[in-house]
């Protein structure tokens, strides 16, 4: 895919659904009494890699594409799969499942792609071993393929080393089988979708500052669940009204819940033109309409507590602060080693490539903002969000750009470009 420069982006965007509310709004479903009906579900291949694991554990699902019915089965309903579970680059998919089938009562192997064969595993194995559990990494290596052993669970309060909504959430659903309250403590809070919507399925939660703790064996029904755009998404097109010149776009529905906002916040320490319409709350979920405007930018400091609440918009934001006068410092982001890429190294070495002045640390990035962009070739290391971040900062780059890989797109956002398209002043 070749880019170049555009004069200006204006108009309004629907963003598509939230993929965390999506996955979760399958597999809860799935467990659930009865029908859920899921609107505006994200249509990205990693939310259909959940669709057909599920169906594969014996659930109806009937995906329209404006909505997804499910046909529960119950707590207790799940049914052994005959092939391997294939979770295709979904580490989200891998790790909240593999917490539910802990507690079946049937073996299951499951497996993805390239990417997702190198994720690590060992941060759900470790506490689902605790809570009696039997996994297997297949390799040797804290990696799928994994073999799953259902057991009988017990509950345990594990104090988790990294703040991850994943690690969490996995935890929490093995709990639903355990014999006793299951308790998760985590550095800073992660995005809370599992909490707030298993709760609205009936599962009783509390929380207590940074602890999570889920009762065994709930009753769960059914549910109509109608999902929020997906900041991580709106974020390519809130850094993009921000920095191409003469541009003001609305970007409309985006779920704006307080664990997932980061981004909101560093565009305002930044001195972005940015404002919110709109703001209501649907199952649970904080939303509002977000309004951008192009702007003139200063750098900024991003660590600590806010980290987990813009961990996937950090490649994004790494864009917005090569446009920024000054010097932008991202730490405490270890955590973007073991994404889909590694995420600190491929932003830094094709960002570098276009001209930026933007360094590696262990744990995040040093950007010094204001030097132009140009084009270069974008190697995307089949990373979704790099492929997204890079087709954004081609468009204020002097000369033409050229992005390798860009069909991984589809893992989160298969209309990412239609969209764009339509924001675009010829
Ligand atoms: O729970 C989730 O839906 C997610 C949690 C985050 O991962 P970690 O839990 O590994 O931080 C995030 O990066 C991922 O895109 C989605
Ligand atoms: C890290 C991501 O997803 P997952 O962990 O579900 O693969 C992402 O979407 O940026």
Redesign the pocket.
């Known amino acids: 895919m070749n880019i170049n420069r555009i004069k200006s982006l204006k108009g309004s965007i629907h963003i598509p659904g939230d993929?965390?509310i999506s996955?979760?709004g399958i597999m809860l479903g799935a467990l659930a009494n009865g029908k859920t009906e899921i609107n505006h579900f994200l249509q990205g291949a990693d939310c259909l890699s959940t669709i057909s694991c599920f169906q594969k554990l014996g659930i109806d699902i009937v995906n329209s594409k404006n909505s997804v019915l499910i046909e529960g089965k119950g707590l207790h309903g799940l049914l052994p799969s005959k092939e391997i579970l294939d979770v295709g680059n979904s580490?989200?998919t891998t790790?909240?499942l593999s917490g539910i089938l802990a507690g079946q009562s049937f073996i299951t192997t499951l497996n993805g792609d390239a990417s997702i064969q190198k994720r690590p595993m060992n941060?759900i194995i470790t506490p689902l071993t605790q809570m009696g559990a039997k996994i297997e990494s297949l390799n040797n290596n804290g990696c799928t393929p994994l073999k799953i052993t259902g057991s009988p669970l017990k509950g345990i309060h594990y104090h988790s080393p990294?703040?991850?909504?994943?690690?969490?959430?996995c935890i929490l659903l093995a709990g639903l089988y355990a014999d006793s309250p299951t308790s998760v403590t985590e550095p800073f809070v992660?995005?809370n979708?599992?909490e707030l919507m298993s709760s609205s399925f009936g599962a009783e939660i509390t929380v207590q500052n940074t602890t999570v703790t889920i009762d065994p064996d709930p009753t769960l029904e059914g549910q109509k669940i109608d999902v929020p755009g997906d900041i991580?998404s709106a974020a390519f097109f809130i850094v993009a009204g921000l920095i191409i010149p003469n541009s003001e776009i609305i970007i409309k529905n985006v779920g704006i819940n307080p664990t997932r906002d980061g981004i909101l916040k560093v565009c305002k320490d930044m001195g972005a033109n940015i404002k919110l319409e709109n703001i209501h709350t649907s199952n649970g979920e904080l939303i509002a309409d977000i309004i951008v405007s192009t702007s003139s930018l200063t750098g900024t400091v991003i660590e600590g507590s806010i980290i987990?609440t813009l961990?996937?918009e950090i490649p994004i934001i790494a864009v917005l602060a090569c446009f920024a006068k000054g010097t932008t410092v991202i730490k405490d982001a270890q955590?973007l080693k073991?994404?889909e890429s590694n995420r600190i190294d491929v932003m830094v070495r094709n960002l570098t490539a276009m001209g930026a002045d933007i360094s590696a640390t262990d744990d995040g990035m040093i950007i010094k903002g204001g030097k132009p962009l140009h084009g270069a070739v974008i190697n995307s290391d089949f990373d979704h969000r790099i492929a997204m971040a890079f087709s954004i900062a081609a468009l204020n780059a002097e000369s033409e750009t050229e992005i390798l890989g860009i069909e991984c797109i589809n893992i989160s956002y298969p209309d990412f470009f239609t969209d764009l398209n339509n924001l675009i002043q010829k």
């Open positions: 993929k965390s996955h979760r580490g989200t790790r909240l941060r990294i703040a991850s909504a994943q690690v969490k959430s992660s995005r979708h599992t991580s987990p961990i996937d955590e073991v994404k």
